[in-house]
Antibody, heavy 119, light 108 residues
């Protein structure tokens, strides 16, 4: 079964860029037809979808974050990434990487990583 | 954008049936998916396409969707079912998934 693990700096300064990596194991990102996604969750709050990337190049982003977000893939390394620019304290959250089925639902979640935005 | 409304909390005694609702405008016309999130853990898919269970999810979990309400039903509730439950749909107007606010299930 595919497993996903998010990783990256736990602390980012305001106005800087948040960069996270998701490493996929137990299967190739190139097999099947899936979207590779990022979702975040502020402490004590609900889930907020950030965006997704399909191996054939199509992307979707949350309109509220679209101007600051980029998601990319490196299938040779079985990894995908998210960059979020100009961060503020409001971007502090646990960030999850996930696999989305073509039925538009998440069928596999990774373990999240906490990112705190603070000076 | 499409709005999903869930009750903040539901309480149930062990062995009883819990029903967690997810309200949305004509939600019965679209597919609803549910995930379970236990404290400190990543969410796990427990229901997709309204009423399909992923492998490994007990038959005690079932789903329905009609009119303006989708429902996740957990029969014979166990203490281990305590978690937050989120419904999710795909919003075709904004091309993104939308999550409900989540329901905390407490097993008394």
């Amino acid at each position: 079964q595919v497993q996903l693990q998010a990783s990256g700096p736990g602390l980012v300064k305001p106005s800087q860029t948040l960069s996270l990596t998701c490493t996929v194991s137990g299967g190739s990102m190139n097999s099947g037809s899936y979207y590779w996604s990022w979702i975040r969750q502020p402490a004590g709050k609900g889930l907020e979808w950030i965006g997704r990337f399909h191996k054939f190049g199509s992307t979707n982003y949350n309109p509220s974050l679209k101007s600051r977000v980029t998601i990319s893939l490196d299938m040779s390394r079985n990894q995908f990434f998210v960059n979020l620019t100009s961060v503020t304290a409001a971007d502090t959250a646990v960030y999850y990487c996930a696999r989305e089925n073509t039925g538009n639902y998440v069928d596999q979640w990774g373990q999240g990583t906490l990112v705190t935005v603070s000076s | 954008s499409y709005v999903l409304t869930q009750p903040p909390s539901v309480s149930v005694a062990p062995g009883k049936t819990a029903r967690i609702t997810c309200g949305g405008n004509n939600i019965g016309r679209i597919s609803v998916h549910w995930c379970q999130q236990k404290p400190g853990q990543a969410p796990v898919l427990v229901m997709y396409y309204d009423s399909d269970r992923p492998s490994g999810i007990p038959e005690r979990f079932s789903g329905s969707n009609s009119g303006n309400t989708a429902t996740l039903t957990i029969s014979n509730v166990e203490v281990g079912d305590e978690a937050d439950y989120y419904c999710q749909v795909w919003d075709t107007t904004t091309d993104q998934p939308v999550f409900g606010g989540g329901t905390q299930l407490t097993v008394l």
